[in-house]
């Protein structure tokens, strides 16, 4: 009996020496957390870091004030300070807390962030965001680099397409002179097939010669 309780207070000794130490390794919680660049269906939420820390990742709870609807938000293997909320409802109010993801558990939740959406008619007269807000730029970051791939992909192709078409057209061309140089080579006339010519000299002349030579032997006799 007393080997077994011996045995339990060092099993529980052993485990709470592990909570503790794995407690004290989890990261803090996250300072200057805020929301920005509100619109009627999203809003952007953002924190730092503290110094010192290690952290894989995030998590944020998000809740309408009123209870109807509940959100968690978990991502790891990244280092992003901000995050786009989507999908919210206009004109409605909503709590979020934060926290860290660490390599031996989850940090401390950040203080409950309250916020309210805007109306789609303020949404549409608002302002464009802040392009030089580090948070917006780290987000629409991936979003420029693949318009940016595309843009380069179509220019490809138009250079290719455009080397095609002038390649059919050269080859057109060639192939025009080609058949008008056979038809002109057909249409010369053989010089062994002229017509000779019989004039003074010729065929007739001799005779008419033959003839009247003859004549003239037959008067003499």
């Known amino acids: 009996m007393i080997q077994l309780v011996t045995f339990i207070s060092l099993f529980l000794c052993l485990f709470g020496c592990h909570i503790c130490s ?4 989890r990261p803090a919680a996250p300072v200057n957390v805020s929301v920005t660049h509100l619109r009627a269906d999203s809003a952007t939420v953002s924190w730092n870091i503290p110094e010192g820390e ?6 944020i709870s998000q809740q309408r004030l009123d209870g109807l609807m509940q959100r968690f938000i978990r991502e790891v293997n ?3 300070q901000a995050c786009i909320l989507w999908d919210l409802d206009e004109n409605t109010d909503y709590i979020i807390k934060v926290q860290f993801v660490g390599l031996y558990g989850e940090s401390l939740a950040s203080k409950k962030i309250h916020f ?17 807000d580090p948070a917006v730029k780290g987000l629409d970051m991936s979003r420029h680099l693949q318009t940016g791939e595309i843009l380069i992909i ?10 095609i078409v002038l390649f059919c057209k050269q080859y057109d061309i060639i192939k025009d ?4 140089s056979h038809s002109k080579e057909k249409s010369k006339p053989l010089s062994g097939q002229s017509t000779p010519d019989y004039h003074h000299g010729g065929l007739l002349g001799s005779k008419f010669q033959r003839t009247s030579s003859s004549i003239s032997m037959i008067n003499l006799v």
């Open 22 to 25: 794995a407690g004290a390794n």
């Open 54 to 59: 290690t952290v894989i990742g995030f998590a």
């Open 78 to 80: 990244t280092t992003s």
């Open 116 to 132: 309210r959406t805007l109306k789609k008619s303020e949404h549409f007269q608002s302002t464009m965001m802040d392009q030089d």
């Open 154 to 163: 179509m220019t490809v192709l138009l250079m290719w397409a455009a080397v």
């Open 177 to 180: 002179n080609d058949s008008n």
